[in-house]
């Protein structure tokens, strides 16, 4: 609920363009997201677009909006892995209570590969990652729900086993750096050459506490990969678990100033490439290429091994 609470603060101070009367309570909309069929509740992203505000909703799915919807003028989205995204605007709100949420089936692809190889992709040394990605800076915020890793194969078909993802912890023994975040695997979009729809309906869910490394098993998933290129990501939970706020001291202002931010933090790949291979999941639910490390950081330290 304290995660609620701040967001509904932000909302407040961002997306309300009318003047508030003094004395004069506002609003309180409470909205439920459900499962279209089930009627269960589901855990989802919700962010405010132009207001690049975004929160994780707890098992509940409920979140909550403060203030005279039909006035405020930003458009809200839900994704949440094996359910089509909604669009909304924020004023559309006003006369509804819950959001409804269909599932699509992720189509299982057979092959009649018999799986006796394997290899590795991305393949990197770990004590050569200096660079990470998804940390908020005074001069740079991290405004991305998920950043994607992409990879290519000799041949279609293949199933995916393991994924070895690198991500940043500090040297002190005092401090307990858990983090938990999703793993997505995607198709390859033929337009735009960035992710497309997910090859796994399940949630992969990884939870860390001190190490570097996280190893994850996705060969209990059975991913199989259609064509010759496909992408894992990483996908944020933002909520109040993995917060990492940053603070700095403004040298222009003489104060210091606190960046919301969330955990892993994701190492860049020591090895450069010719092409960007990262790429990013906007606030307004766009992928784009990643270029902020670029021409150094083409690629996600993240490794995975294939069988084939």
């Not at 497309?196 to 996705?218: K, M, T």
């Amino acid at each position: 609920m304290k995660k609620l609470l701040t967001f509904l603060c932000c909302i407040i101070t961002v997306c309300v363009n009318a003047q508030v009367t003094p004395g004069v309570q506002q609003k309180i909309n409470k909205f439920h997201i459900i499962d279209s069929a089930t009627k269960k509740p589901v855990i989802t992203s919700v962010t405010i677009a132009r207001a690049n505000l975004t929160i994780t909703t707890e098992k509940d799915g409920v979140f909550i909006i403060p203030g005279d919807l039909t006035k405020m003028r930003d458009t809200i989205n839900f994704n949440t892995q094996g359910y089509q995204p909604v669009k909304l605007s924020l004023s559309n709100l006003s006369v509804m209570d819950t959001i409804k949420l269909k599932k699509y089936t992720v189509q299982k692809i057979f092959s009649n590969l018999s799986y006796k190889d394997d290899t590795l992709l991305n393949d990197f040394n770990r004590r050569d990652v200096g660079y990470y990605a998804g940390i908020c800076t005074v001069l740079a915020k991290f405004e991305y729900h998920q950043l994607a890793q992409k990879f290519t194969t000799q041949k279609a078909g293949v199933r995916l086993k393991t994924a070895r993802i690198i991500r940043l912890i500090y040297n002190n023994a005092d401090v307990e750096q858990p983090t938990k975040y999703h793993l997505r695997v995607y198709d390859t979009d033929a337009k735009t050459g960035g992710p497309s729809r997910d090859l796994c309906n399940e949630v992969i869910e990884v939870s860390s506490s001190d190490g570097q490394q996280n190893n994850v098993n996705l060969k209990k998933y059975n991913i199989v990969i259609p064509g010759k290129t496909f992408f894992v990501a990483i996908e944020w939970m933002q909520d109040y678990y993995n917060s990492a706020n940053s603070a700095y001291f403004d040298t222009k202002t003489k104060k210091k100033v606190i960046v919301p931010g969330y955990k892993p933090a994701i190492g860049i790949s020591p090895i450069t490439g010719k092409d960007i291979n990262i790429w990013a999941l906007s606030f307004k639910n766009e992928w784009k290429p990643y270029t902020y490390f670029a021409p150094f950081g083409t690629d996600l330290a993240i490794r995975v091994s294939i069988e084939y």
